[in-house]
């Protein structure tokens, strides 16, 4: 059995119904033969990921050395970071916020997994439509994109780091999204795991076969372009049988909540059923 990790913020988690239940989309990737483990931080910003990489049970570096330790290493990575960063006092510019999202996938290249995949900041109620967040949201995300081709392209170790635009667009009609316009509903959560299946599929199945970069046109780059084709198909479909206007929200009113939502419940806490080991859903954490 393959084993990957999806780490991130509560968006990773699957935060929903108001933070009454969690909907992770690892559950939903559904590829034969590979385990998803997710481990969400709600609340918590990259450059708060990277700095606590080392702690039990939330660091990334602790969480990949546990597995080795215990024989069940991770065969790849996936990283979806950066949202909370967008409304941040601290460290909030697109550079330094790709720079600690590039820099988990660093430390999951140092702690042994040679296949990572960078899902791109979400779109959300703020960060859409050409609003302030939007465009660091894309000036970050493109940055990560290029560090993602940087690091396939010159490793001399197989290393590859894929980055994939994430595949369910913000959308109030869409269903897919809850109402404080921040966190994907059930659904979201569902459709994201369906939509990230072939490009984990395609990195667990590169690390198998022992192949190197992907550079050009590889299996996980075939695959990424695939599912970011369906998102936009499935997005304009949305918009061509949609009925309901999009609401525009009051701009002051709309990023003041995005910094709260950003700096709200930093102080994770566990899970009312955590796992024994990492071999089963083992953390999420709640703000």
Known sequence: MKRVLCYGDSLTAGWCN??????PYARHLNIAGVSAVEVGLSGW???????????PMLGIQH????AQANGQPFDAVVIMAGTNDLGSLQSSSPAAIS?????LHALAREGGVRRTLAVGIPESRFASG??????????????IEANAKEVSDSSELGETMVYIDCPVLFGNETGHWESDGLHM?????????RRLAAPVAALVEAE????????????????????AGAAEADAEADAETSTEAPTEPNADAADAAAAAAADDAHVPVECTAPAASLAQRAWCCTG
């Open 45 to 55: 910003c990259a450059s708060e990921m990277v700095s606590s990489h080392d702690e």
């Open 18 to 23: 108001g933070g009454r239940s969690f909907e």
């Open 185 to 193: 509903a059930k659904l979201g959560y569902q459709e994201l795991g």
């Open 99 to 103: 720079s600690n999202v590039c820099q």
């Open 130 to 143: 050409g609003r302030p967040f939007d465009e660091k949201r894309r000036a970050t995300n493109a940055l």
């Open 208 to 227: 198998v076969n022992g192949r190197g970069a992907m550079k050009g046109g590889g299996a996980a780059a075939a695959a990424v372009e695939a599912s």
């Open 63 to 66: 969480l990949l050395s546990t």
